[in-house]
């Protein structure tokens, strides 16, 4: 059964007799150890039946994506929100003191900055466990502004992953070679038609070869995204994910906006997760 629902029905007094005297336990600390472990069993036996009956109907990889989102999902669920004032408090005193050594160090922004002032006084850059959303009509620039963004993280020596669902991944990394080397993308494509032309593109390219950059054009699955940025997180901290574009995921929901929603919050989740 669920404590969080006894303690709505019942006096918070009952249940604590009720813990203290089962089984033995000597203290309500113990009794709802006891019952969170239960509970993610049964959680564990639900998620884990869901992914056999999905077999039937779908790739193994994409239930094996949607296994991993729902077991990590098992042990956030676990960790409890700080919710007083004191707690608040606290953390924006932490914000506060790491602006301020930021600021001594000559970074103007609380964030990364993005290269363009405008956006980086409004917001303050790219913060962590932020979520930025660029939206405007078809073939107006939007991906080709998300690069700009990517390219000016990456001459700061951060750490870029990108998830392309429209685009190939060359056709991606031939934007950022037309930024780094200052010349139009119909050059990059032409590069090998013209001696003068590649010369500028290889050496344009051997600069980037340090750029800690990463890029996906074959994940388009919400589930296996989130997945994918845990991964790349855990083995290395992420400083910016782009995801080009959130039209294009796929997931269980029935209509876009439920998946949208759903896929919103559970980048954000995400995000908080790994700040």
Same mark, same amino acid.
């Not at 939206?135 to 080709?144: F, H, P």
């Not at 991606?172 to 590069?191: R, W, Y």
């Given at each position: 059964?669920?404590?969080?629902?006894?303690?709505?029905?019942?006096?918070?007094?009952?249940?604590?007799?009720?813990?203290?005297?089962?089984?033995?336990?000597?203290?309500?600390?113990?009794?709802?150890?006891?019952?969170? %472990? +239960?509970? /993610?069993?049964?959680?564990?036996?639900?998620?884990?039946?869901?992914?056999?009956?999905?077999? &039937?109907?779908? +790739?193994?990889?994409?239930?094996?994506?949607?296994?991993?989102?729902?077991?990590?999902?098992? /042990?956030?669920?676990?960790?409890?929100? %700080?919710?007083?004032?004191?707690?608040?408090?606290?953390?924006?005193?932490?914000? %506060?003191?790491?602006?301020?050594?930021?600021?001594?160090?000559?970074?103007?922004?609380?964030?990364?900055?993005?290269?363009?002032?405008?956006?980086?006084?409004?917001?303050?850059?790219?913060?962590?466990?932020?979520?930025?959303?660029?939206?405007?009509?078809?073939?107006?620039?939007?991906?080709?502004?998300?690069?700009?963004?990517?390219?000016?993280?990456?001459?700061?020596?951060?750490?870029?992953?990108?998830?392309?669902?429209?685009?190939?991944?060359?056709?991606?990394?031939?934007?950022?070679?037309?930024?780094?080397?200052?010349?139009?993308?119909?050059?990059?494509?032409?590069?090998?038609?013209?001696?003068?032309?590649?010369? %500028?593109?290889?050496?344009?390219?051997?600069?980037?070869?340090?750029?800690?950059?990463?890029?996906?054009?074959?994940?388009?699955?919400?589930?296996?995204?989130?997945?994918?940025?845990? /991964?790349?997180?855990?083995?290395?901290?992420?400083?910016?994910?782009?995801? +080009?574009?959130?039209?294009?995921?796929?997931?269980?929901?029935?209509?876009?906006?439920?998946?949208?929603?759903?896929?919103?919050? &559970?980048?954000?989740?995400?995000?908080?997760?790994?700040?």
């Amino acid at each position: 059964f669920d404590l969080l629902y006894l303690y709505e029905k019942f006096d918070p007094i009952f249940i604590a007799g009720c813990i203290t005297e089962s089984n033995g336990i000597t203290s309500i600390e113990s009794g709802i150890k006891i019952l969170e %472990q +239960d509970r /993610a069993k049964e959680r564990i036996k639900e998620v884990t039946n869901k992914a056999i009956k999905a077999l &039937d109907e779908k +790739d193994a990889i994409e239930v094996s994506a949607e296994l991993a989102i729902d077991a990590l999902g098992i /042990a956030d669920s676990r960790k409890k929100e %700080q919710t007083d004032v004191l707690s608040i408090i606290e953390e924006v005193t932490e914000s %506060q003191l790491a602006y301020a050594s930021m600021v001594e160090l000559g970074q103007k922004t609380i964030g990364i900055p993005t290269g363009f002032k405008i956006i980086d006084d409004n917001i303050s850059g790219l913060r962590p466990a932020h979520l930025a959303v660029i939206s405007a009509y078809t073939n107006v620039g939007k991906t080709t502004f998300a690069m700009n963004i990517a390219h000016n993280v990456l001459k700061q020596g951060k750490r870029v992953v990108i998830f392309s669902l429209e685009m190939s991944r060359a056709d991606l990394f031939s934007k950022l070679v037309a930024l780094e080397g200052d010349m139009p993308m119909s050059e990059v494509v032409m590069a090998g038609a013209n001696n003068k032309r590649y010369e %500028q593109y290889t050496e344009t390219v051997d600069r980037m070869r340090d750029y800690d950059l990463s890029i996906y054009s074959e994940k388009h699955s919400i589930n296996e995204i989130l997945t994918t940025m845990r /991964a790349e997180n855990d083995r290395k901290k992420v400083d910016l994910f782009i995801i +080009d574009y959130l039209q294009n995921l796929t997931g269980e929901q029935k209509t876009e906006y439920e998946l949208l929603t759903k896929s919103v919050q &559970d980048l954000q989740e995400i995000g908080r997760a790994h700040v």
